[in-house]
């Protein structure tokens, strides 16, 4: 396992290392309204959706003396800068797409060649914005998040483990069900401070909660560390007889829990699947609720070693 | 309620499923007949059309575990051994084309010795003779796998066949999910052509050089396109010992190199079997039988299945006074409240006030063919003072409900009759021996949900931002259809619609997905080809099942066609809308939508 704990997170302890999103979201740029200035603020810009929040956003790096640009220019720029000494670093993951928290994922495990901390922040959404944004109902589609988190190949003869988190969104759960035919679904129900999220997601996934060889579980929103474990748990004693599937959806924390469960475990590696906007989604802006929730992984080589190479020569093996 | 219903009809997808635990429940379609023979395959259907079950059902296993009455005759038809090899979506979102070929041929030759080891045990693993057994002794299977690992390049650990699986499975799981080519064995070599070295090298230590075995594909539309061709090729050229069954969507993606320079030909070198084109008595046959299962399931008593599920409305009446009266009940308060209807009623001088003065033949020709959508429009519409007033403020389950509504609803569809009928049994009252009309619609709605929530997350085929998503075509065409059920009365309204030639491209790609779903329904006819290879021209309609959608109702029945593109059109605000739809639609076919709307405007 990785050794992830989760931390207090401090306002005043600034990192060397920041990296955060720039979007439309409100809440994309609460950390750097509130941190200490970072000797690198680095903010992730999109080419699309630059609306609702985004120009305030913008300002608020730009004033604060953030580099913006695109994922693999900054990812260059933290790369060197991690050279350092005794570096630290932190992300933001709370307005981070799935599939740019999936690069920076398979950065950290396969990229980063130095020993460095690394706190994953996030902060929650404001339940009325969440639960009206996943109102809207689109088009979905359904696979892995990227070619490394397709998982391993493995004889279709074995049965389908799916893992989902709920989020508020229709459709998505039952619809992956139908998709996959997983002979065992576990579904993972985020419990927080407000717990109108738990009540509506259940109320939303009813039929799928009903079915027969379906499992609820409820996971700690306000903790990656157990969130991890328990993903990490379930995976380790599923994996020799399933083909498991992670289907993140909901709260953000799920779906790092689960990136960094799939990519740390071998030999029968996870898949982790995106459900989610088959288009261009219709941009709905969040605000933040005002926590922040950390969690830190001290990487070194000897772990990085491990989890590249892993035990049987696996790519991504652990 | 009664108890739930056992283990192996609950579990409605066959892919969960063992061949024995499929054999323990296994009521024979009609179409079984067609595949057990030895020709080479293609069964065609949407999901949950029972492909897997049939393919499944030619295995030793089940066809051992098989007590049907016509068990014993198919075994010794059956006179290959089969080897199974599933795909499913998953699958298919880890392979491309650069480690498709070493995936597939690692599984299919683990899949070929497992089916070795079945042959070679004195019984299988319920303790079942087994079908067409061998004798390989030590020698003969050290001899065996020496010759397999050296044909195929595989280091291996011992000398054994569990050696060799062990090898097979190390191999996958080594194998990159990355997209970059290896260049062992299992990638440069044919897959067939190394299990065809297996297959003789197996026939010759058992002393049966002729004998055949047959390689069953399940979801063939899953691999990609270069794995695709290659074996579709082996249809045509292939080695006598070895059959393909290939199972795959009404539609293949890749089926345009069919019959086209050297390609096999449906009817010639393959045989093609639909499994949704059966006749209704066929559907019903089948629907019958599974009820019966689910009763036995469930162990309740048996009771026919118009008895516990109630006669349909969307049927003619029988000739009990009151179903009768029921029937002229209906037609009579919509000839009162339907202008249209008693305009329509009165051109064929029928009186509402009298129909019982109506002769058969009399009958047959008006009141009879129109009555069950007067049913329909009266479930689903309030009428008063001859004009349209809305939706009733709860609608009647009268159309959908009722053995023959359900039968002609779940179409056949081994996956949905299962669910079905195990929701609905789960309410079943003992005393009446039957299922009130309220958990029958709700089992109907609650499939439909689950139907609908696939279709929102199927994977795009294309993964790009031009596609037209397939819940989006599925919406508009039940939309018009609805529209056309519940407007201004006409006796035949439009149900189908035909594929044309202006038809985009990307409302062909999600009418596609909709096929290989099995939301859309080909109807085919004697001119139908084998293998549908173009839709232009063809006859569609939407499952049937998707009818029964608040606001998006339409009747389980065929009716006038229409073009799709007057229906896509019809529903598109112009062409911003289409451009919204899908930016990716050209300025021609931009243009076509303003035309067709105009059309129809005009």
Redesign the interface.
Known sequence: MMPLTDVAFSRRDPYSVVLATCGYERRSSYLARIIAAPKLGLALIHDENRVASFDDNFGIYRDRGWLTDKLDVLLDRASAALKGAKPSMAIDISSMPRSVMAAVVEWIIQKTDVDVDIDFLYCPADFAMSAAAASRVE??????ID??F????????L??ALIMGLGLE????????????P?RTWAFVAQGEDSRFAQVAMQVHD?LLNA?NSKVVTYDVYSLASTYQALESLCFGLGPRH?I?LAPSGPKIFSLASMLVAATRS??RP?V?R?GS???ATPADVIESGEVIASRVRLTSNLRDLVVNGP????GGW | MTQTPDWSFETQNAKRMTPVEIARSFVVPPTFKDIVGTDHCYIVGPRGSGKTTLLKMLQGEGLMAWEGAQARSVRSRVSYTSIFLPADDLWASQVHDENARAAFTAQMLYAFIETVQYRQSARDRIGNPVHHPIVLGHQAEVELVTLLANAWELPIQGRSLGAMQAALDLYLLRLTNRRERTTDQFSAATPLSLLNFGIRAVNRLANQPTHRWALLMDEMELAPPRLHREIVSYVRGGAENLILKLSMSPFDRYMETFGVGGAPIPGHDFRAVHLAGQTKSEIRAFTVGLWKEALRAAELDASPIRAALGESAITAPRVTTESRSRHYEALSRAGHEDADFARWLRRRGVDVDHLEDLSYIESSATVRKVYPLVVFRDSVMRLHNGRYEGRPRKKTFDPFTGADALITALEGNPRWIKTVFSDMLRFYDRSTGSVGQGFQFDALVSLANRFESLLHVLPSREHDRNAVPPMWLVDRLAEYFHKQNTGRFQPDPQNNFIVDRRTPAPILDALVMGLYAGAIVHVRDRRSPAVLQTFVGQRFRLAYLLGVRDNREFPMRLGKDVSLTTIVASSLAGRQGARALAPGLTEAQLALFGEVQNDAAN
Request: no cysteine; net charge positive; aromatic share 8%.
């Open positions: 088009q979905l589609t359904a696979g892995p070619d490394y397709s998982g391993a190949i493995r004889p279709p003869t049965p389908i229709r459709y998505r759960g039952l619809g992956m069900v139908e998709l996959l035919e002979s039929q027969r083909r599937v030999p029968f898949a699947w459900v088959a288009g261009s049987i020569g696996a790519p």
